[in-house]
């Protein structure tokens, strides 16, 4: 028989694999700016991992970074971020209270000319991502979670879960939370007129204040 050579591994397709030893959270994130557990780390230019305090009563999860945050390596800091602070303080919530994360970590992309246009990520690059988010739950245990467009949603919900039905409602779910679902900011800022936005901005601060008033009752 031939001796074996070493081949490089085809990538297996969970992140759980490049998990840490000890599991805290500076750990992971650190373990997760390695992780080639889907195709996605090659047209990222970094992990964007959560960020926030580890005691935050709220939780917040996004799709995956777009192309500011995949640039600054933070979540949330572009154009949508921006407009999610903007709905927080309406709802008068603090972008200080909450962790801040994405349900998948790379930036997925095709170009546009000079621009890199968001595309979504598929449901098996969810699934290989997912790890990372579960293991920020496990840490953070929220008070609240919120999950902000179908893509989070269904990435702890269920794919059967439907966004539209149930938007703004605390929800039935395993986790260890009050959970609700949303739309996603960026969805709101691709509305084609101004007055689509203005509605889409104050559906999304509805919802957030039915968020604001469970953590005020002590959810
Ligand atoms: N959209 C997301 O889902 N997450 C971000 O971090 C930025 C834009
Ligand atoms: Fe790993 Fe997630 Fe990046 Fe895929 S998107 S390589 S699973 S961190």
Redo the contacts with the bound molecule.
């Keep these: 028989m031939a001796h074996a050579t070493r081949v490089s591994r085809a990538p297996l397709?969970?992140?759980a694999q490049?998990f840490p030893a000890r599991r805290t959270l500076p750990a992971l994130r650190r373990a997760?700016a390695r992780?080639?557990?889907?195709?996605?780390?090659e047209r990222?230019t970094q992990?964007v991992f959560g960020e926030g305090p580890l005691d935050a009563p709220l939780m917040l999860v996004g799709e995956?970074p777009g192309d500011a945050e995949d640039r600054a390596g933070r979540p949330f800091v572009g154009p949508a971020g921006r407009l999610l602070d903007r709905a927080l303080a309406e709802a008068r919530l603090s972008r200080d209270e909450a962790y801040v994360t994405n349900a998948?970590?790379?930036f997925?992309w095709v170009a546009r000319g000079k621009r890199r246009l968001h595309t979504k990520?598929s449901a098996r690059?969810v699934g290989?991502?997912l790890?990372?988010l579960e293991q920020e739950l496990e840490l953070l245990r929220p008070r609240v979670l919120v999950l902000m467009g179908a893509t989070a949603a269904q990435a702890l919900l269920g794919r059967a879960f439907r966004l539209t039905r149930h938007r703004g409602e605390f929800v039935d779910s395993p986790l260890d939370a009050l959970v609700t679902a949303t739309v996603h900011p960026a969805a709101i800022l691709r509305a084609p007129t101004d007055a689509d936005r203005r509605r889409g901005l104050d559906a999304l601060v509805a919802d957030l204040r039915v968020v604001a008033a469970a953590l005020r009752d002590g959810a």
Excluded: F, I, M, N
Excluded at 36 to 41: D, G, N
């Design positions: 397709d969970s992140a490049y997760a992780c080639r557990a889907c195709p996605l780390w990222g992990t995956q998948v970590k790379h997925k990520p690059e290989a991502c790890p990372w």
